[in-house]
T-cell receptor, first 113, second 115 residues
Framework: SQKIEQNSEALNIQEGKTATLTCNYTNYSPAYLQWYRQDPGRGPVFLLLIRENEKEKRKERLKVTFDTTLKQSLFHITASQPADSATYLCASYSGAGSYQLTFGKGTKLSVIP | DAGVTQSPTHLIKTRGQQVTLRCSPKSGHDTVSWYQQALGQGPQFIFQYYEEEERQRGNFPDRFSGHQFPNYSSELNVNALLLGDSALYLC??????????????FGSGTQLSVL
């Protein structure tokens, strides 16, 4: 089955800097990857989806890349703000035709004023 | 437009008891998935319901069962509760075959504590 690894459990960054979060996958090469944001005591909220033929995708201050050679996705938040503090989850479906979305453990981002 | 709603928000049970959690999907969605999230972990897939049938199941024992009703709402039942079942239970909805079918919309979850 799919395995999603987010190597950093926690990341502290100064306000205004760019935060970069890493997601690696093994066992199955997905057609697309998803990123979600989760605040304490709440369910995850969808942020971005990037397909294997899209090298980069942007949404406001967010940017996601997808490198199928490295089996890796990078998630960037530019000009970070304290309100960006949350846990960010990377996810992919577990196989072709699978309905199981597999999540990493997440990276807890803290933006320090 | 109401999003995904779950009830109750919090629940305390003792070992061996049974629990039922409820979920109403986002308007226009017909597919419901259930996830278990332990503290400090990512959500783990329990199963998915579509057309009132369990379409796919994750690596969870038969103590975990579910149901989907004709109005697309869903229940998750857990029998013979164990201490290890303490977790946040998340319901997610989507629309099979619709635009952005891959994207899941989550509720705020039910925090289950087993004592």
């Amino acid at each position: 089955s799919q395995k999603i690894e987010q190597n950093s459990e926690a990341l502290n960054i100064q306000e205004g800097k760019t935060a970069t979060l890493t997601c690696n996958y093994t066992n199955y090469s997905p057609a697309y990857l998803q990123w979600y944001r989760q605040d304490p005591g709440r369910g995850p909220v969808f942020l971005l989806l990037i397909r294997e033929n899209e090298k980069e995708k942007r949404k406001e201050r967010l940017k996601v890349t997808f490198d199928t050679t490295l089996k890796q996705s990078l998630f960037h938040i530019t000009a970070s703000q304290p309100a960006d503090s949350a846990t960010y989850l990377c996810a992919s479906y577990s196989g072709a035709g699978s309905y199981q979305l597999t999540f990493g453990k997440g990276t807890k981002l803290s933006v320090i004023p | 437009d109401a999003g995904v709603t779950q009830s109750p928000t919090h629940l305390i049970k003792t070992r061996g008891q049974q629990v039922t959690l409820r979920c109403s999907p986002k308007s226009g969605h017909d597919t419901v998935s259930w996830y278990q999230q332990a503290l400090g972990q990512g959500p783990q897939f329990i199963f998915q319901y579509y057309e009132e049938e369990e379409r796919q199941r994750g690596n969870f024992p038969d103590r975990f069962s579910g149901h989907q009703f004709p109005n697309y709402s869903s229940e998750l039942n857990v029998n013979a509760l164990l201490l290890g079942d303490s977790a946040l239970y998340l319901c997610a909805s989507s629309r099979t075959g619709g635009p952005e079918t891959e994207k899941l919309f989550f509720g705020s979850g039910t925090q289950l504590s087993v004592l």
